[in-house]
């Protein structure tokens, strides 16, 4: 009884720092996560600290070098890859059009989409089928979500030139989590490259991508991770950016003589790299990443945010006219469900419903479901105040 009332004393004392939390019940770490108060603090104060300096000078220059390799650096201890592995990028949607941008494509290459990608994506792969004859697939994951083998999915739909797979590691709408080691092995005997959205994975997932095997690896800092929005990175496996191209060109990209002229690509992830970025969002993602590292380690905070899904999973179940889209406990905090009421457009009158009680959810249409997602930070008793928000709108 002690050990309970310990950690959730320390749970409420963390999530003070998270202001955005005082005044709702939030359910949308997936879309954007709350930002905690000492990130917000370092946005300013590098900001400050920048200005009081003189915005271009060696000290800036100094400053902001030092963000650059503090959130290199902290990004590698959370994903478990070496600093050099990542680039720094806006978001997601950056990241993947560097990997996809950056392939030699030859008219007849196939890439390989699963049915469950994000707009973003999609509409890049379809340009690049237009300009380079590229064929285009995708492959029914979405089915796979409580029964049937998605590495077997896969491997039926690679072909000889499939050049690309692109997949989410948990996706976006359903929260499924996919055995993506499994599905590196069978790309990687098909000499497939593997690009994963990884939007959803990173601030969620404990990862290790030395590991997993993944040639690129495309995540955000503004979910999960609860940063500021703007900032994201992209990993590239050593092996895999031999044959990269960058996509964007500037200079932090390249290695310049003493004229400042460029002679060479960078050796490692700041190849893809361009120029002046908003270095007091640097800051701010690092920082907050080391507040959630106060919390617990990523294993810790992933074990929680599994309670806390299977603790709403397991309330929704009870609720007549509601029905969740995995029938076994979720494998994230992506959380999924339907009503069953034959009303036009309930679900979206569902989540408007819930806002007037400050409660915070969204809809997905396909499927057509309201998605909740939990994080570590996540309360039983917000989970109990969704349900009776839940509860009241079917009794109306």
Known sequence: MTNISTAQTKLHQHRAQFPALGNKTYFNYGGQGPMPQGAMNAITQTLADIQHTGPFGNEAYAKVSQAKQGLRDAIASQLQAPPETITLTEDVTVGCNIAMWGINWRAGDHMLLSDCEHPGVIA??????????????????????????????????LRPKTRLVILSHVFWNTGQVLPLDKIVEVCRANNSLVLVDAA????????????????????????????????????VRPEARENLQPTFIGLRGVVVDNQAQPVNWQPDGRRYEVSTSATSLYVGLTQAIAIHQQWGTAQERYQQICRNSEYLWRRLGKL???????????????????????????HFKLVQFLETQRILTRTIADPDCIRATVHYLTLESEIDQLIAGVQKFLQM
Do not use: M
């Open 124 to 157: 890049a792969s379809q340009e690049i089928a237009r300009r380079f004859a590229v064929e285009v697939t995708t492959c029914p994951l979405q089915e796979t979500l409580n029964v049937g083998d998605p590495v077997a999915v896969i491997a039926q739909h």
């Open 200 to 235: 959803q994975s990173v601030g969620l997932l404990p990862l290790n991508l030395t590991k997993l095997g993944a040639d690129f690896y495309a995540f955000t800092g503004h979910k999960w991770l609860c940063g500021p929005a703007g900032v994201g990175g992209l990993y």
């Open 320 to 346: 007549p006219d509601v029905q969740c889209l995995r029938t076994s406990p979720p494998e994230s905090g992506i959380v999924s469900f339907q009503l069953t009421q034959p009303q036009s457009r309930v």
